[in-house]
Structure formats: C-alpha cells, structure tokens
C-alpha cells in the first residue's frame, strides 16, 4: 500500500545485525522486510503482494488480520494483558470451554502453553506421571517442536544438534505408502505392516515400560503423510490393549486445516492428549494447549500435576483463540477448508500431477497438501538428497524464487512442496495459486531424467 525504503534499509541492516534467525547459517539468509498483511496476502516495502500458500508456518488459518480477532486483542489488552495463572480469567476459561465442546469423545480438559512444543513436553508428562512408566515412543519423519524434549520425540535431522537427547524415547517408523518402510505395494498393506512393526517394537522394549505414543495426525514438516485408514485405529487398539497413552500432535491439523475441526475426525479416532498452537488463535498471538481426557484428568484430582508456566493460559492469547474458534464458526471457515480441499486443491494438484513429470506423488486434505517432487517417477528417486538444504536445493530452491517473484510464497521441506494457505481461501485465489505452480513446475520438470 506504501512505499517506504527508508524503513525497508533499516529493518533490513537492523534485521542483520542484531536479529539471530531460526534454523539457518546466518550469514547465508537475507530475510525480507514485510511491511502488512491482510486475509490470505501480505506484502513488502515496496508494496508487492504475495499469496500465502503457506499460512506462514501453517498458523494464519483465519488469514491476517482477521478483524473479530484484532478487536478481541485490543479489547482484552484494554481491560487486563495478564494474570497469572493461579488466579481464573475469563478468555481463558471460556476459550477452555470451547475448544473442550469442539474437540471429540472425554477430550474435556486444557492445559495453557506459549507453543506447540511445550505442549508436547507437557503431554509426554502428563502421560509419564499418570502411567508411571518412562518411555516416550515416537515416529521417525516427524517434527514436534524445538524444546529438549519434543526435539528428541521429532524424528528428523532437527534433532541431532540437541543430543544427546532426553532418555527413554524410541523411535519407530510410520506408514507412508509412498516411500514405504516395510516394503508394500499398497495403502492396506502399509497400514497392516506398520501396525505389526509398532507392536513388534513394543515388545521388544516392554508396554510396562512405555508411557506413551506419540504421532502427528497427518505428518506436516516431514513430507504431508497421511495415514492409511485404519493406521490411527489401529494405534489406538494398540494403546488400549497394553495401557499406553495416545498422544496425538494437531498443532498443525487442528483447528480446521485438514477440513474438520481436529484431524483425528477426520479418521474416527480419538486420543488421550491432543496437543495443539499454530491456528489456535490463527498465529496472532502465540499460545499452544494439552487436551486433556477426562480420565487422565480425573487422575490428578487429588494429585498434583507438576508442570507450568509463566503464561500458561495468557489473558491476551486466550482472547485472540476465543475470538478465532469463534469466527470460524461464525463464517464457516472448517466448511470452507474442506470444499476448497475437495474441490479446487485436490482436483488442481492432481491436474499438476498428471502434467508435469517432476511431480510423483500429490497427497492431503482440507488446506493440508503436500507435492512430491522426483527425478524419475519409475524409480521415485528424490528431486533434492535427503536433509538438503541452501545450494542443494537446486532447482526446487530456485522454483521457490520463481514463485516468489511472481508473488506466491511457499513452504518447501527438502522434496515436498506444502499446501498449506489460509482456511478462508476463496477459489479464485486458491486457482491463481494453483496456476502459478503450474508455471514453476516447469523449472523442476527439467531437472528429470
Ligand atoms: N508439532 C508440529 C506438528 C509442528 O509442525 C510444530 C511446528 O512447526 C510443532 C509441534 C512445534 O510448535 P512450536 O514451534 O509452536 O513450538
């Protein structure tokens, strides 16, 4: 909307000099100054726009600047930022009440936290103290946060610059049909075989052992890796049979992505804890939750919960997760995700798929999609080596320029590019998106052999 280099050059010299980036060698990034946002765009200095097929990081499930959710803001932060969390307030209590009447099954009470990772750290021991066993098991290819623990519960390279890590975690592999661990040729297979793996792992360290199981709904940063039907089911019975808490990581599923409320709806399964953030105020404000069960709940009636936080249960955050759960009721964001899933995204990413030769695998729901990108579709061979990153990245880094430069902005994790836009994404926005995917794609289909 505005032109204004003076503060682009010091934002961007400031930004240099004094700001220590996530994940990154810093000498090799060259962050862009944003200047706004509204609704499923935001935009430079110079006032170029760009459609955010990324949510961000997946969080902005409302878009930017949704109003009902800055006014909620502004008017908690007149009235009282904080209290501590001894005392009750009213946006958390009621933000509390809701998520409890939309989260399926005995899912009925929440923990406060500032992030996804601390609510993974904290659902690892509510499972500890309420089992009284030790050990966390945890799938390879997934990400739950950058805290001691859910870095050590993430199963990907992530991980390593933090061990040794906290004791007691095993990781195991999960279904994912496309690269397949256990070598299937189909989804019923890949789900009967990583069930099988999972029990022969416990086994082989003891259910009396384990406290709980750990799996994102639908993997996000590690590939968009939906579980075959009947896996989530079938981790449930396992849970059940040997006592082991069912831990399910929505941070990036919940609150709408995946065209339902949780992502375990999506698949009629219900978990012990439920950890989710990102989208919980739409990423206006940080703040992540346990849900917990009634029964594990019930379990610490008479018996302290030792765990907490500062914040935990942040007026001000509280507020901006009412006032999101409540517009996307309100304007039947969850609805829109799914039909923009069933009905732009899927149809649109398959037509990539069948034009485009570096494109092997298109996979998800809702606004959750993930496009794999191949050398050679017979041999599925990666377009990008594993844990690829910078210059490696090749042409799947330059196809990440080119769409920026045409002003599509996306998420990119190694070989799969990620779908992942604003919940409210009309059509004709989610179609412009789509079509300059398909002229960038022309770069990666040149790398194929
Ligand atoms: N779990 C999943 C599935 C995530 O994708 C993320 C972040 O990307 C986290 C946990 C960690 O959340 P946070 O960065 O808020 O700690």
Redesign the pocket.
């Known amino acids: 909307d505005f032109v204004d280099m003076e503060t682009e050059e010091r934002v961007r010299r400031y930004d240099r000099a004094h700001v220590f980036h996530s994940w990154s060698a810093q000498g090799k990034i060259d962050p862009l100054p944003i200047a706004g946002g509204r609704g499923c765009e935001f935009w430079d200095f110079e006032g170029k726009r760009y459609l955010d097929f990324a949510s961000q990081?997946?969080?902005t499930n409302l878009g930017h600047q949704h109003p009902k959710v800055v006014a909620a803001i502004k008017e908690q932060a007149e009235r009282l930022c904080v209290i501590q969390p001894a005392f009750a307030s009213q946006p958390t209590a009621e933000l509390a009440h809701a998520i409890a009447e939309l989260a399926p099954g005995d899912l009925e009470m929440v923990f406060f936290t500032?992030?996804?990772?601390?609510?993974?750290e904290n659902a690892i021991r509510l499972a500890r103290m309420y089992t009284g066993r030790h050990k966390i098991l945890a799938a390879y290819r997934?990400?739950?946060?950058?805290?001691h623990g859910?870095i050590t519960i993430?199963g990907d390279p992530r991980r390593w610059a933090s061990e040794p890590a906290i004791s007691g975690v095993v990781h195991f592999c999960g279904p994912y049909t496309y690269r397949s661990s256990f070598f299937s040729k189909d989804e019923k297979e890949e789900c009967e075989r990583a069930l099988a793996h999972l029990e022969e792992i416990i086994q082989y360290e003891g259910a009396h052992t384990i406290a709980g199981i750990i799996l994102?709904t639908i993997?996000?940063?590690n590939g968009i890796l939906v579980p075959p039907e009947g896996y989530l089911q079938g981790v449930r019975e396992i849970c059940d049979k040997h006592g082991i808490v069912m831990i399910l990581?929505?941070?990036?599923?919940g609150f709408g992505r995946t065209g339902y409320w949780f992502g375990c709806e999506g698949f009629g399964v219900t978990p012990d804890l439920m950890?989710c953030?990102?989208g919980i105020t739409s990423g206006a404000v940080?703040l992540?939750a346990v849900v917990i069960s009634r029964k594990i709940a019930d379990a610490f009636q008479d018996r302290v919960f030792y765990g907490g936080l500062t914040y935990s249960g942040h007026p001000l955050a509280c507020a901006a997760g009412l006032a999101a759960v409540t517009a996307m009721k309100e304007e039947g964001v969850v609805e829109n995700a799914k039909m923009i899933g069933d009905e732009v995204l899927g149809p649109g990413l398959r037509e990539l798929m069948d034009k485009h030769p570096s494109v092997g695998d298109v996979r998800g729901r809702g606004c959750f999609w993930g496009i794999e990108l191949v050398k050679n579709r017979e041999t599925r061979e990666m377009l990008v080596p594993f844990n690829a990153s910078g210059a490696e990245m090749g042409p799947v880094g330059e196809l990440g320029h080119a769409a920026m430069n045409r002003g599509l902005s996306l998420m990119i994790h190694w070989n799969v590019i990620m779908i992942a836009p604003p919940l409210i994404i009309t059509p004709e926005e989610a179609q412009r998106g789509l079509a300059i995917l398909d002229e960038v794609l022309e770069i990666t289909d040149r790398a194929v052999s």
């Open positions: 990081l997946v969080y500032n992030g996804g990772a601390e609510a993974n997934s990400y739950h946060g950058a805290t859910a993430t994102e993997v996000g940063t990581d929505e941070v990036m599923t950890t953030a990102k940080p992540g």
